[in-house]
């Protein structure tokens, strides 16, 4: 099994539609979550960073933990075309050590049609 | 601010071949990262330097890939010689500290590597 699951997608919208990207995870030890963006032939970039359970907003952006079921969210509202990306989820383990290391998900394609 | 610079941005090798990729992080951060994310696939840690020393290169084969950070800035990882699952792109990334883990990891480009 491994310690991030994310479904792949693709997933094809249409614009203005509330998108849900979902990650569950193995490992307990998890507290920190994040999302990130990825455009075609471009690096990773952050959009949301949370610790431990409950939610966290930014604009469009709403990001939920439930540490009590291994269960994350990632949810768009408004969808725009400039929201076609593929979004990775990631994680890591709490303080304590030098490692800063992320777990990432396989990442979701996602298409906003015009 | 300027974000993490990475050359070369494509490279295509016979395997066998070596190949070096450049790296320069974010000015001030002291933690820099390397990532290989194969086609489909989320990234997956290669190693970490905090300054010029490895935190963590448990995930790298070392037979065939090696990397530096001389000085504590820039930094290269070299494969030799190159199979063809070495195909991915490499990606770099770096954060202020890494021992204060609410500090976030920002990625440059990467650099796409195909073996023939």
């Known amino acids: 099994q491994k310690e991030v699951e994310q479904d792949p997608g693709p997933l094809s919208v249409p614009e203005g539609a509330i998108v849900s990207l979902n990650c569950t995870y193995s490992?307990?030890?998890?507290?920190?979550f994040m999302w990130y963006r990825q455009y075609s032939r471009k690096g990773p970039e952050l959009l949301m960073y949370t610790y431990s359970s409950g939610n966290k907003e930014d604009g469009r952006f709403t990001a939920q933990v439930d540490k009590s079921s291994k269960y994350i969210s990632l949810f768009i509202r408004d969808s725009q075309p400039s929201d076609s990306a593929t979004y990775l989820c990631?994680?890591?383990?709490?303080?304590?050590?030098?490692?800063?290391?992320?777990?990432f998900g396989t990442g979701t394609l996602l298409a906003v049609q015009p | 601010e300027a974000g993490v610079a990475q050359s070369p941005r494509y490279k295509i090798i016979e395997k066998r071949q070596s190949v070096a990729f450049w790296c320069n992080p974010i000015s001030g951060h002291a933690t820099l990262y390397w990532y290989q994310q194969i086609l489909g696939q989320g990234p997956k840690l290669l190693i970490q330097?905090?300054?010029?020393?490895?935190?963590?290169d448990s995930q790298l084969p070392k037979d065939r890939f090696s990397a530096e950070r001389l000085k504590g800035v820039d930094s290269t990882l070299k494969i030799q010689p190159a199979k063809l699952e070495d195909s991915a792109v490499y990606l770099c990334?770096?954060?202020?500290?890494?021992?204060?883990?609410?500090?976030?990891?920002?990625f440059g480009d990467g650099t796409r590597l195909s073996i023939l």
């Open positions: 330097f905090q300054n010029n020393g490895v935190v963590d």
């Open positions: 990334a770096s954060s202020l500290l890494a021992a204060y883990s609410n500090q976030p990891q920002h």
């Open positions: 490992n307990s030890a998890f507290q920190y």
């Open positions: 990631a994680m890591k383990e709490g303080d304590g050590g030098a490692t800063n290391k992320l777990i």
